[in-house]
């Protein structure tokens, strides 16, 4: 079991060969999740194609809802995400990578929340969105100066 989890989006829809990979199927009470053990000599992690193998699931046909349950169910406590999405800013030129440090949630015509009704009460923070162990987790991650 793995806690952490790499969810690729477009432009990363599978994994290199060199990684050993055995494909599963969680059903969730959501619906089905497809994910991957993914290992690399020691090196081991769950890895979801958000859009699918094959890139085919468009972004509003996503279970995000199954595929967060699938993970949970697998025992990741960490998730590292891919996006492929544009810039407003002449300083970072297609081709770059960027962490986030906050971000808006546009979610709409799909389910808000995990958490639909008769069941208890969770509040997420959301005022800190990428935790502190972000710098150990991935050293290669160039801290912004202050």
């Not at 990684?19 to 059903?27: D, F, G, I, S, W």
């Not at 979801?48 to 699938?70: F, M």
């Not at 770059?96 to 015509?109: E, P, Q």
Request: net charge negative.
């Amino acid at each position: 079991m793995s806690a952490i989890a790499v969810i690729g989006g477009t432009g990363l829809e599978r994994l290199p060969a060199e990684y050993t990979l055995q494909p599963e199927v969680v059903e969730t009470r959501f619906g089905r999740a497809a994910i991957t053990r993914a290992q690399k000599g020691d090196a081991e992690f769950i890895f979801l194609s958000r859009h699918g193998d094959q890139h085919g699931i468009p972004p509003h046909r996503i279970n995000y809802q199954a595929n967060i349950a699938a993970l949970v169910e697998m025992g990741v406590q960490r998730v590292f995400a891919t996006n492929a999405v544009g810039s407003l800013r002449l300083d970072v030129p297609p081709g770059s990578y960027v962490l986030l440090d906050d971000f808006i949630d546009f979610t709409h015509a799909r389910p808000l929340t995990m958490i639909e009704g008769g069941e208890s009460v969770v509040h997420t923070d959301f005022s800190s969105p990428n935790p502190t162990v972000l710098p150990s987790a991935w050293p290669c991650v160039k801290q912004p100066s202050s």
